[in-house]
């Protein structure tokens, strides 16, 4: 059985980060053969050299590289988080556009591969994940690695036309498919990714996800992630969970729940889903004073710019449906710039009568699925989700919606309010099959067993 090798940015090397959904399969993984994770320690130096710094937890060995500053700013904070996300979630308006960003991005890339392929031994299976690595593999050849490497992205991937803006998508598109398996979120990912390289590359699609291009055969698939469902399961029946739900109960006050959970990112359409709750009230009048919407919504601190943009956008949106609706004893929509601890989340979406998940762009979400996993199934909420989430394509049963569409999302909201108990049971046992069938482990197996036959736990 070979080793497995993770490369990713961040890492799980904080016991705290184990948390949750990919760290944790990955995690287990590592465990199960006495793996290796590779990725940046967090922290920057001006120390040239880079050396790699080891760290042994439970059998798994972190090797963790800092960044300089210009590394830092090139690779990461520009290319990554400028360029590349903005792009790949249909956000070329965004983008800072930058050659030289590009170039600190193949360094790194290539520094990283200089330093890992030493490490490497004949039966090792490596495992590279998300947009901050995607030459990784050509790197890996170059620098002398010949065995199985494979790609997971978590983001999305766009359409061809959208894919070219990007001044550098032949050669990333060339780098990718020196990867064995390049692994998408969902069957338009994949498509995506396979049209561009027939159109652009003279790629051939020998179906059963085989591509033939660049000389070689590669496989490319969708493997939709999941969540650990039991264990969030179980968080929403925690202590934790009880006791937030008992606080958010008291401010209720007898009025039905309705949560958005999403980071702090223009790719989650929080102000079209402020403006659909304001369209909510508007034209159904039934439901003022009787609903209320709270948005949580944690900082993410790389995109600093770009959050306090949203940030000071959301607070108008948020204060001028509060000034327009609200009443001495009712704050229709509520809007939290916090984090809170995942069993404080699963108990709030355990008490939730609607899960408003309205990404204009997402290679998955996770907390629909976690969403789904915390409702009582005898009285079971009802999941709100945009066509725009990669959990579109599992999850049918759930309310669809446009989520630019701020009056079908406001009749969304009206329609899961007052939907019977019988088609709320019917659609979540649906949600909650799919949830369950295709969880993290799932996920993991489908994409290790294309990546190594031979077998990986
Ligand atoms: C990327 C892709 C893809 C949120 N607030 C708190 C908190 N969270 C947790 C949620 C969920 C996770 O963070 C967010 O996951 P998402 O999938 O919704 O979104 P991204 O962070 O954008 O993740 C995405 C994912 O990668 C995995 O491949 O699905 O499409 O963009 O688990 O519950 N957790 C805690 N406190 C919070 O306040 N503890």
């Excluded at 890992?116 to 990784?136: E, T």
Aim: charged share 25%; hydrophobic share 40%; with cysteine.
């Amino acid at each position: 059985m070979g080793r497995l090798i993770a490369i990713s940015n961040r890492t799980a090397v904080d016991p705290k980060a184990r948390a949750g959904g990919l760290a944790v399969a990955v995690w287990e993984s590592l465990k199960a053969t006495g793996g290796v994770w590779f990725g940046w320690s967090g922290d920057i130096t001006e120390n040239e050299h880079r050396v790699l710094h080891g760290h042994y937890d439970d059998g798994v060995e972190f090797l963790l590289t800092d960044l300089t500053q210009e590394e830092h700013d090139g690779y990461y904070l520009n290319y990554a988080n400028r360029v590349i996300w903005p792009v790949f979630h249909y956000r070329i308006d965004l983008a800072w556009f930058n050659r030289d960003a590009f170039t600190t991005y193949a360094a790194v890339n290539q520094r990283f591969a200089r330093q890992i392929a030493p490490r490497l031994q004949d039966g090792d299976i490596v495992w590279v994940h998300d947009y901050h690595f995607m030459l990784m593999a050509d790197a890996l050849r170059h620098a002398g690695w010949a065995g199985p490497t494979g790609f997971f992205l978590h983001i999305p991937f766009p359409a061809p036309e959208v894919f070219r803006a990007l001044p550098e998508h032949h050669w990333i598109a060339r780098a990718l498919c020196a990867y064995d398996v390049i692994g998408f979120q969902a069957e338009r990912d994949r498509y995506n990714f396979v049209q561009y390289l027939i159109d652009d590359c003279g790629a051939e699609d020998l179906g059963d996800g085989h591509v033939k291009v660049f000389d070689r055969t590669t496989t490319v698939k969708a493997y939709p992630i999941g969540i650990d469902a039991e264990g969030f399961h179980a968080a929403a029946h925690s202590e934790l969970a009880d006791e937030a739900a008992e606080r958010i109960g008291r401010f209720l006050g007898g009025r039905e729940f309705v949560i958005g959970v999403d980071r702090m990112d223009y790719s989650k359409g929080l102000p079209e889903r402020f403006e659909a709750v304001g369209r909510l009230f508007d034209n159904f009048p039934d439901t003022r004073g009787k609903v209320s919407v709270t948005q949580i919504t944690p900082p993410s601190r790389s995109k600093v710019e770009e959050y306090q943009e949203l940030r000071v956008e959301l607070d108008q949106l948020a204060g001028r449906i509060n000034g327009d609706y609200g009443d001495l004893d009712w704050i229709p929509l509520r809007y939290l710039a916090r984090s809170y601890q995942r069993e404080e989340l699963a108990g709030l979406f355990r008490i939730a009568r609607v899960g408003l998940v309205t990404p204009l762009r997402d290679g998955m979400n996770l907390v629909c699925k976690e969403f789904v996993m915390a409702q009582d199934e005898e009285d079971p909420g009802v999941l709100i989700l945009s066509e725009f989430a990669g959990a579109a394509e599992q999850l049918q049963a759930a309310l669809i919606v446009n989520p630019h569409d701020t009056d079908n999302v406001a009749e969304a909201i009206h329609a899961a309010l007052n939907m019977s108990l019988e088609e709320r049971q019917n659609r979540w046992r649906r949600l909650e099959k799919v949830i369950r069938e295709q969880d993290i482990g799932w996920w993991r197996e489908q994409f290790l067993k294309d990546l190594s036959p031979g077998g990986v736990n």
